[in-house]
């Protein structure tokens, strides 16, 4: 047995013969510096192993594809509408074109295209993949945890443990606005959030509730489901209105979900940002400085994550020995027209 299921892989092969991964790769490569003893070990646990390496198992180095797959875990029809999921799919065409590679993009609608996403992962189509799977019940981060090409997720994959991860620290950009808007005098300050399965949402929820309860204020019943949309965000401050029509402050975990927000409340006659202050997450381009009045948001930068992901692919992929891990790149705090510039 292996201990990653019934496919031996390279680490497998690598501990048999008592070499490093890189070794093995050098090895099962056909490259040359390796020495004849190593050579000959590494051999022989291939074939006892029954290690049979795939086009897709060998590095980008080698370039025996010159392709990478970007997986975007979520119907086609919402990351075609999404801001986020757009500027990902451009940055990781413009990073994978300058290392030489081709951008390869598959959408997973559901579970059911899981299997076949797997078996095309894993039949020598492509040299690695970058993956965005956020929901917490997501059956692909798991089932990709077998495959011998190198992996990156753009943020943490659900409850998946054991994987290489490059996120943006979500929590920490939740407190930083909620503590912006306490700074103004805002007191009671709700927050639309994402979809609950969602651990992106779940941490820029924790980061406002966290920031409130330092403060000394009450967050109950002052959090709504927006689902990262226009509508969502729109819906959701208005059912905050009837709950709280008093509040003076809102923490939106997406763009959308502010620029949403902004319009419910001019429909109501509260104005912003003087009776009600917006601060957005994620500081998108085409919908933070358009959106009339400008967003107040998080910045977080799509391209950095995808060169970092791109980065530490083509690291795994040359054979470093890099132990899974999630990696929390900054954000922060961009102010425009839905603040306040100073306290009242």
């Not at 980008?60 to 500027?87: C, H, M, N, W």
């Not at 981060?141 to 753009?154: E, N, Q």
């Amino acid at each position: 047995m292996t201990g990653r299921g019934s496919r031996p892989t390279l680490e497998d092969v690598a501990a048999k013969a008592g070499v490093s991964r890189s070794t093995a790769s050098r090895v099962l490569n056909e490259e040359s510096y390796v020495s004849p003893r190593a050579r000959d070990a590494v051999l022989a646990a291939a074939k006892a192993l029954d290690y049979s390496p795939n086009q897709a198992a060998r590095s980008l180095v080698t370039r025996q594809t010159g392709a990478i797959a970007l997986l975007l875990s979520e119907p086609e029809s919402k990351v075609l509408d999404d801001p986020y999921f757009a500027a990902v799919v451009r940055a990781g065409f413009r990073e994978l074109a300058r290392v030489g590679s081709q951008m390869l993009v598959m959408f997973v609608d559901s579970a059911d295209d899981v299997p076949a996403t797997v078996r095309f992962l894993s039949g020598g189509h492509v040299d690695g993949a970058l993956v965005f799977a956020p929901h917490r019940d997501d059956p692909l981060p798991s089932a990709l945890k077998a495959l011998s090409i190198p992996i990156v997720f753009g943020g943490r994959a659900g409850t998946t443990r054991g994987l290489h991860v490059v996120d943006f620290d979500n929590r920490a950009g939740a407190i930083l606005a909620v503590r912006h808007l306490i700074s103004l005098g805002r007191r009671k300050i709700a927050t639309i959030t994402g979809m609950r399965d969602h651990p992106a949402a779940t941490d820029r929820l924790n980061g406002w509730r966290k920031a409130l309860t330092e403060a000394g204020l009450d967050a109950d019943g002052l959090a709504e489901e927006g689902g990262f949309t226009f509508d969502g965000g729109e819906c959701a401050m208005e059912r905050l209105l009837e709950r709280a029509p008093d509040l003076d402050a809102v923490f939106a975990a997406s763009d959308p979900m502010a620029a949403g927000a902004v319009r419910a409340l001019r429909a109501r006659k509260r104005r912003v940002p003087k009776d009600v202050a917006v601060i957005g997450f994620d500081d998108n381009p085409t919908l933070a400085t358009a959106a009339s009045p400008s967003l107040s948001t998080v910045h977080q930068d799509p391209a950095e994550q995808v060169r970092e992901m791109v980065a530490l692919l083509t690291r795994l992929a040359a054979g470093e020995d890099i132990r899974p891990a999630r990696r929390a790149l900054p954000v922060s705090l961009v102010l425009r027209e839905s603040t306040p510039r100073v306290r009242p």
